[in-house]
């Protein structure tokens, strides 16, 4: 079974500019949830999407959204990308409905660069 | 609110030597643990989990944890590390309520590094 993937795997934008990267959650897997990961403040978790309605939601600010499709496939978008937006951005499924929904499966992330 | 601390930055360690990479972990309500491994560049890697049962789990790659629920910690070992065991390890916790699914609170993460 494929894992989890991402695209782009690496991004350079420019400050004020937007960015949406992609997620394609594990075959039957149907809870994605997004985490920003930096040196400085390390992995804190974005949002969470479940049947295409957001189930959960971290401290970041508006400019970060996301969505989810109906086939599972999420997207995150960064509006007005600031240069403290840097970072790896990971994509994490999991199933839903037993305890397993709780382990979440991550892929291999986008690194995103903002000069 | 939930929150993970991992005592140790950085652990270095000879091959062949035992470790154990330490995790406390805080919370009011009952709590799912897990260790995630990240190798350079690379995304996070599911090591073991505690979801119920027994309170020594065994993961992959040889690691084990024993979840200590009055001590609140979930401590990582393993026998005897390799090379390739270098990465950084991180401890997880979630809450065990179906509406808050999907946020893992992590630690900061434990840099280990296995020498010849």
């Known amino acids: 079974k494929a894992g989890v993937t991402q695209t782009p795997r690496y991004l350079i934008k420019t400050r004020g500019q937007q960015v949406t990267l992609s997620c394609s959650p594990i075959s039957g897997h149907r809870s994605v949830s997004w985490y920003q990961q930096t040196p400085g403040q390390g992995l804190q978790f974005l949002f969470e999407?479940?049947?295409?309605?957001?189930?959960n939601k971290g401290n970041f600010p508006g400019r970060f959204s996301g969505r989810q499709f109906s086939n599972s496939r999420s997207e995150m978008n960064v509006s007005t990308l600031e240069l403290g937006d840097s970072a790896l951005y990971l994509c994490?499924?999991?199933?839903?409905?037993?305890?397993?929904?709780?382990?979440?499966?991550f892929g291999p992330g986008t690194r995103l660069t903002v000069t | 609110a939930q929150s993970v601390t991992q005592l140790d930055s950085q652990v270095p360690v000879f091959e062949e030597a035992p470790v154990e990479l330490r995790c406390n972990y805080s919370s009011s309500v009952s709590v799912y643990l897990f260790w995630y491994v990240q190798y350079p560049n690379q995304g996070l890697q599911l090591l073991l989990k505690?979801?119920?049962?027994?309170?020594l789990v065994k993961g992959i790659n040889g690691f084990e944890a024993e979840f200590n629920k009055s001590q609140t910690s979930f401590h990582l070992r393993k026998p005897s590390v390799h090379i390739s065991d270098t990465a950084e390890y991180f401890c997880?916790?979630?809450?065990?309520?179906?509406?808050?699914?999907?946020?893992?609170?992590f630690g900061q993460g434990t840099e280990l590094s296995v020498k010849p």
């Open positions: 505690y979801l119920s049962g027994s309170t």
């Open positions: 994490a499924s999991s199933l839903v409905g037993t305890v397993s929904s709780y382990e979440q499966y």
């Open positions: 997880a916790v979630t809450t065990a309520s179906y509406n808050q699914g999907g946020k893992l609170i």
């Open positions: 999407y479940f049947s295409e309605t957001q189930r």
